[in-house]
């Protein structure tokens, strides 16, 4: 298929044909990660803004080893050391930022929508690295891509989601991706944080707050991060929350035995999933953040213009 996007807002839009050129092109740059020598020079002479409003370990240190590995320059901006805090508005700061010539800016906000606001007013790629409620796409994709790695398919899977599904754009983006492939989604967690309106983001959808009912016949459980400042409400304080929905071994043993365990990250050992799970060789916690770089690589290096398909990657 031809390359047609400009920018990657968020993964509802995309059509499962897309999905899968994005993973194909991914599957390229992990290649690439195996190999002793990582760094290509696809991309030398571009650059890349990587505008963060919002705290990131992975996502930035992800687009940054996926520029270098590309042969890009990065301009960093971290909310917290810039000039944000003097009062600049967003659309002066990423103008701003244009002006120094980028051909790309991966952009973090808590605003959703915020990446959407930028492209309108931008003349460079725009690639949403996590907007406030809305979507993190690149997550939704490097999950698909460790789903894919595991279990040698996408289609027709049962996936449970467990957590904070209401703030969580990670799950978002993961519905968005996996209703393409026929997969049949539960949302599990507290019911302030099971909004009804997301049984109908795609048709095989299913709220089921008990967990002991979410999950067996799973083939994949996704763990949420729990924001420990929601816990503070006096309805759901954090040892309730941990008897309710923390993955436990004897919990994930109710999904399939081959199951996949994913977390996005940052997890928090202890409060929503029991470290001897995160370990557990079900979960695919490292292997998600590997290919993450691999997905991101390939994004950067098709926005920013490189060609498609088998092409590309020549290194030197
Ligand atoms: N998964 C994820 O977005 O992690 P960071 O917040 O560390 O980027």
Same mark, same amino acid.
């Given at each position: 298929?031809?390359?047609?996007?400009?920018?990657?807002? %968020?993964?509802?839009?995309?059509?499962?044909?897309?999905?899968?050129?994005?993973?194909?092109?991914?599957?390229?740059?992990?290649? @690439?990660?195996?190999?002793?020598?990582?760094?290509?020079?696809?991309?030398?002479?571009?650059? #890349?803004?990587?505008?963060?409003?919002? *705290?990131?370990?992975? $996502?930035?240190?992800?687009?940054?080893?996926?520029?270098?590995?590309?042969?890009?320059?990065?301009?960093?901006?971290?909310?917290?050391?810039?000039? $944000?805090?003097? %009062?600049?508005?967003? !659309?002066?700061?990423?103008?701003?930022?244009?002006?120094?010539?980028?051909? +790309? /800016?991966?952009?973090?906000?808590?605003?959703?929508?915020?990446?959407?606001?930028? #492209?309108?007013?931008?003349?460079?790629? !725009? @690639?949403? #690295?996590?907007?406030?409620?809305?979507?993190?796409?690149?997550?939704?994709?490097?999950?698909?891509?460790?789903?894919?790695?595991?279990?040698?398919?996408?289609?027709?899977?049962? +996936? *449970?989601?467990?957590?904070? /599904?209401?703030?969580?754009?990670?799950?978002?983006?993961?519905?968005?991706?996996?209703?393409?492939?026929?997969?049949?989604? *539960?949302?599990?967690?507290?019911?302030?944080?099971?909004?009804?309106?997301?049984?109908?983001?795609?048709?095989?959808?299913?709220?089921?707050?008990? @967990?002991?009912?979410?999950?067996? %016949?799973?083939? !994949?459980?996704?763990?949420?991060?729990? =924001?420990?400042?929601?816990?503070?409400?006096?309805?759901?304080?954090?040892?309730?929350?941990?008897?309710?929905?923390?993955?436990?071994?004897?919990?994930?043993?109710?999904?399939?035995?081959?199951?996949?365990?994913?977390?996005?990250?940052?997890? @928090?050992?202890?409060?929503?999933?029991?470290?001897?799970?995160?370990?557990?060789?079900?979960?695919? +916690?490292?292997?998600?953040?590997?290919?993450? !770089?691999? +997905?991101?690589?390939?994004?950067?290096?098709?926005?920013? %213009?490189?060609?498609?398909?088998?092409? #590309?990657? =020549?290194?030197?």
């Amino acid at each position: 298929m031809s390359f047609t996007f400009r920018h990657l807002l %968020g993964t509802e839009a995309l059509t499962r044909d897309e999905i899968n050129f994005l993973l194909d092109q991914s599957r390229a740059f992990q290649a @690439i990660q195996k190999q002793p020598l990582k760094k290509l020079a696809t991309l030398r002479g571009k650059s #890349a803004v990587l505008a963060f409003f919002e *705290t990131s370990t992975r $996502t930035r240190i992800s687009f940054t080893t996926a520029a270098a590995r590309l042969g890009a320059d990065t301009m960093n901006l971290q909310a917290e050391s810039s000039s $944000t805090q003097k %009062g600049e508005s967003l !659309v002066d700061t990423v103008r701003m930022l244009e002006a120094m010539k980028p051909d +790309v /800016i991966v952009i973090r906000h808590a605003a959703s929508g915020a990446p959407h606001f930028v #492209a309108e007013r931008l003349g460079i790629p !725009v @690639i949403n #690295a996590g907007d406030g409620l809305h979507e993190h796409p690149s997550q939704g994709l490097l999950d698909a891509l460790t789903v894919s790695d595991r279990l040698g398919r996408l289609d027709d899977l049962n +996936v *449970t989601i467990v957590g904070d /599904i209401r703030h969580s754009r990670v799950a978002r983006s993961n519905i968005h991706v996996l209703s393409k492939f026929g997969c049949r989604i *539960t949302l599990c967690g507290p019911a302030m944080w099971l909004p009804a309106e997301m049984a109908a983001m795609a048709p095989n959808i299913r709220i089921e707050p008990c @967990i002991n009912r979410a999950l067996p %016949g799973a083939n !994949v459980v996704m763990v949420l991060r729990v =924001q420990t400042e929601r816990l503070r409400e006096p309805s759901l304080p954090a040892d309730e929350y941990i008897r309710l929905y923390q993955m436990t071994p004897a919990r994930l043993a109710l999904a399939r035995p081959d199951a996949v365990l994913m977390h996005p990250g940052p997890m @928090i050992r202890g409060l929503e999933i029991d470290p001897a799970v995160a370990d557990s060789p079900q979960s695919t +916690v490292l292997e998600q953040v590997t290919n993450g !770089v691999a +997905v991101r690589m390939a994004l950067l290096y098709l926005l920013t %213009g490189g060609a498609p398909s088998g092409a #590309a990657p =020549q290194t030197g």
